[in-house]
């Protein structure tokens, strides 16, 4: 099991924290030490000073053994310090001369000797006192042991010990403490964050009074949630309009199939109710080879099998390829404008065959179409305008949605089933380009667009387009272009 934030980081501030301490208390440690050898120099100094006098002075045999006895007095029981006299006459001895291995020394004579029976270090200082009356040149040794100090060091190095791993163990538990107090608006979020269900889409986590830190984070969940709320609502769409939209040719197929079938019918009956629901078979198929092209450009699938072409031309032959249904609904169309751009040839005629079918569907007779071709930058709009009544601007947004009526009665409906704009839309997208649709003073005006950039559309991926779809150059699909 991962441990908590809050463990991790008291863990965390604890070790800081014991860092830290050992840090200072190795500076203090060593500061106090050399002090305490600072202090016992200065000790050590004192008491040369006094032997000396009391040495120096003792000129006749008689002051030798007052200054002997003084010596002695000057002499701890406990051996922290000693004094030794050492000459050339026996008779002016005294004490044992401290010696060893010699582990540091300092500038005045100071040395540290470490005594061969494995006893404390002693800190030793000599100095050399002349002749004097009966008393000959002697030389004077006062040692200071280092005991005091280790016991000191030892003590000191122990309650710093103790009181670093008390204050880590305090730190440990009050930056728990704070931690989880710090981290309560992570728990409300996280708490927020497990009632999202697909039964309760609308709930998002609460950004009121949250930390900076965490109120990007909760505005990121929450436009995720949108997002993912969103394609969750398009998918019950989408699956409702397709099962609304199949439902009707199969509710057809059925019926005529059932009255065929009550009684008996010539040859004709039955050639005339076979090519009726040849019909509807048709556009069943229709409708699911539009979705499965929808759902592969859903994928992020580029167009592939681009070619450097006019797209004059390619508009031109589009209204040749659609000169029956523009003769049919007695309306005139003017193409003006050019431009080059890589492009899949099939997918960019079935763009422009789908925004002309619904020009001609909504126009009167006599009416004109104008196809206009611009370069906006790096990207080339194909834009089919056509006079018409005004559209509702809250439905503008909504046109290039799937199964989307702007007019839910119109007569035509078994003809298009909504999908036309939105293929429009997902070709423009393979050629990373965009859709629009504007209704001003009369004049209904529908476009895409696509990359002009040779680099993006030669980088482009290649889509799993249904051969149904690239198949709109059939003339005999005009009249029957899926919208």
Known sequence: ?????????????????LSVFTLVGSGLFFVLRTQLDHHLRESLDDRMEIAKIIVYHSVTPEKWR??????TDMTPRDGTTAYSVWSTDPSFHYGQTVQGRIKDSWPGGYTRVQPPGGGPDML?????????????????????????????????????????????????LLSYSVTRIGLAPLRRLTKDASEVSPNNRSQRLNTASLPLELNDLAHSFNGALERLDGAYGRLESFNADVAHELRTPVTILIGQTEVALTR???VDDL??????????????????????????ADQGERATGLVEVSLATEVARTLDFLEIPFDEARVRAVSRG???????????????????????QHCAHGDTVMVSISREGEQVRIAVAN???????????????????AEVSRTNSRENHGLGLAIVKAIAEMHRGTVSVESENGINTFAFSVDASRVDALGARPPAVPAEINSAAEPSQARRVAM
């Open 1 to 17: 099991m991962n441990p908590s934030i809050a463990r991790r980081l008291a863990m965390m501030f604890a070790l800081v924290a």
């Open 66 to 71: 007052m200054a002997r006895e003084k010596l």
């Open 124 to 172: 030793t200082g000599s100095v050399a006192i002349p002749a004097s009356g009966a008393r000959p040149p002697v030389q004077l040794q006062v040692a200071a042991s280092y005991q005091p100090n280790v016991r000191t060091m030892r003590a000191f190095g122990a309650a710093l010990a103790a009181l670093s791993a008390l204050g880590s163990l305090a730190v440990l």
């Open 264 to 266: 008996n019918r010539s």
């Open 271 to 296: 050639r005339h109710t076979l090519q009726s629901n040849l019909e509807e078979f048709e556009r069943m198929r229709t409708i699911i080879n539009d979705m499965l092209f929808l759902a592969r």
């Open 338 to 360: 050019d431009a080059t751009a890589l492009v899949n040839r099939s997918l960019f005629g079935r763009a422009c065959t789908n925004l002309l079918m619904n020009a001609i």
């Open 387 to 405: 006079p018409g009544e005004a559209i509702d601007p809250s439905t503008l947004d909504h046109l290039f949605d799937r199964f989307y009526r």
